[in-house]
């Protein structure tokens, strides 16, 4: 019998995730071990997303805007987002409210120590931590070593996503609070994509994120020049305070990332695939992919038929991410021919997978087409290459 029914390694949002879907479930008496090296992922990012849904963290939302904002050079608008919203939460507050929570049940424990590694047998799986190893009926890996991940990547394209933020307050009033604003594209673009985040918690009081698509990090310095140059130059902020920092980078790719890793061996997260490889977007995914392996767990006994990505969306992400690589500097006018030509509701379904067949090919026929061709031939010569 093994120690544990569920092993979660790695408690970042993938793993507190799954482990507060099943502590809400009929699975909610198993014996969970979580285990995590450290904090220090989670407590310093914030997470954004867009919802017409409830979400199971609502409570530790930190702010929520009906509005947002598009800008570009060419372009601007700002939307009403209907039935939707944008949500911002501070990831120690999610952080510590999942764990606060799940520490509160008899059946979950906790260990800090770093996963060396993940072994499927016959009839458990063994997770080893230092001098000691764990057995779970089922183990969820959320572990990513970077180092692995680019060898494990080779052949696909992939980027990093990267961003410093800064949440600033002004004397005076410098932001309009009613409205998000995901894109700013008020940059220099360089040969890259490159864009500002603009949320405002007050007149006074904002996070502001400068965000980079591109192989390589650049120097503290350089993002530090750019948020600089945007506060002043473009919103004409000349004083602010800076109360806190976000740094990170989320690496992008198209490669296929397997479920099953074993017979009693998932991955989830990042390492599961759940990072949407055009936007870098994947905490609603999360929870998606969360519901579905509990759900998964009750109606088959296993975690695995949860459901796959839609080939047509994974296909759209690749090519948008190989437009991103070779042609970052075109991304802006791209994005704004998609916020120009489709109402906002459109381009979040879209986004989330769940468009009708019409409403994206409207979507599609509204992008300058000759920004895709070359790309869509690299896409198209791989297949054929691997075929
Ligand atoms: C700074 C930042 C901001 C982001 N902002 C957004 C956003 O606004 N909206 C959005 O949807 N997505 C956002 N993302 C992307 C996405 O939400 C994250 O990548 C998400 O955290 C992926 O979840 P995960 O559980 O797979 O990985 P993580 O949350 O990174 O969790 C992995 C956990 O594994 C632990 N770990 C790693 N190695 C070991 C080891 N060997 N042993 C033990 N533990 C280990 C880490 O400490 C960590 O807690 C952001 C990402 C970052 C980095």
Redesign the pocket.
């Known amino acids: 019998m093994p120690d544990y029914d569920y092993i979660i390694?790695?408690?970042?949002?993938?793993?507190?995730?799954l482990a507060y879907h099943l502590m809400l479930s009929p699975l909610r008496e198993r014996r969970i071990l979580i285990?995590?090296?450290?904090?220090?992922?989670?407590l310093?990012?914030?997470?954004?997303?867009w919802t017409n849904q409830p979400t199971l963290f609502d409570r530790v939302v930190h702010h929520t805007w009906r509005q947002i904002d598009f800008v570009s050079t060419s372009f601007q608008r700002r939307y009403g987002l209907g039935d939707y919203e944008y949500k911002?939460m501070h990831?120690a507050n999610f952080y510590n409210y999942a764990v606060s929570q799940l520490q509160a049940c008899p059946n979950i424990t906790f260990v800090r120590?770093?996963?060396?590694s993940v072994e499927d047998a016959e009839d458990t799986a063994r997770v080893t931590?230092g001098e000691n190893a764990h057995t779970g009926g089922i183990v969820f890996d959320?572990?990513?070593?970077f180092g692995g991940l680019k060898q494990q990547i080779a052949g696909h394209p992939w980027l990093r996503m990267h961003?410093k933020g800064w949440e600033i307050k002004t004397p005076t009033i410098a932001f309009d609070p009613r409205a998000a604003r995901l894109f700013d594209f008020r940059t220099p673009q360089d040969g890259l994509m490159r864009f500002f985040y603009v949320m405002p918690y007050s007149e006074c009081h904002a996070f502001v994120e400068y965000t980079v698509f591109s192989e390589n990090v650049l120097k503290q310095h350089e993002y530090e020049a750019a948020i600089g140059a945007y506060l002043t130059k473009v919103l004409g902020i000349q004083e602010y305070d800076i109360v806190s920092e976000?740094?990170?980078?989320?690496p992008l790719t198209d490669y296929p990332f397997q479920r099953r890793l074993g017979q009693h061996v998932m991955s989830?997260?990042?390492?599961?695939g759940?990072?949407?490889c055009s936007?870098?977007?994947?905490?609603?995914?999360?929870q998606r992919d969360s519901a579905a392996i509990v759900r998964s767990l009750l109606q088959a006994g296993h975690p695995f038929d949860v459901p796959a990505d839609p080939a047509f969306n994974k296909w759209c992400d690749s090519l948008m991410l190989r437009l991103m690589r070779k042609e970052g500097q075109a991304i802006a006018p791209v994005f704004a021919a998609l916020f120009r030509h489709n109402p906002i509701d459109r381009i979040f379904r879209f986004l989330d997978e769940c468009s009708s067949p019409v409403e994206t090919a409207a979507l599609i026929a509204s992008l300058p087409p000759r920004r895709f061709i070359s790309p869509l031939l690299s896409v198209l010569s791989n297949r054929q290459a691997r075929a």
Do not use: C, M
């Not at 120590?113 to 060396?116: C, Y």
């Not at 870098?280 to 995914?285: C, D, Q, T």
């Open positions: 390694a790695g408690a970042g949002a993938a793993g507190l995730s285990i995590d090296k450290d904090d220090d992922d989670q310093n990012r914030n997470w954004g997303f911002l990831g120590g770093v996963v060396q931590v959320s572990v990513v070593r961003f976000e740094n990170g980078a989320v989830i997260g990042a390492k599961g759940r990072v949407k936007t870098g977007y994947s905490f609603l995914r999360i």
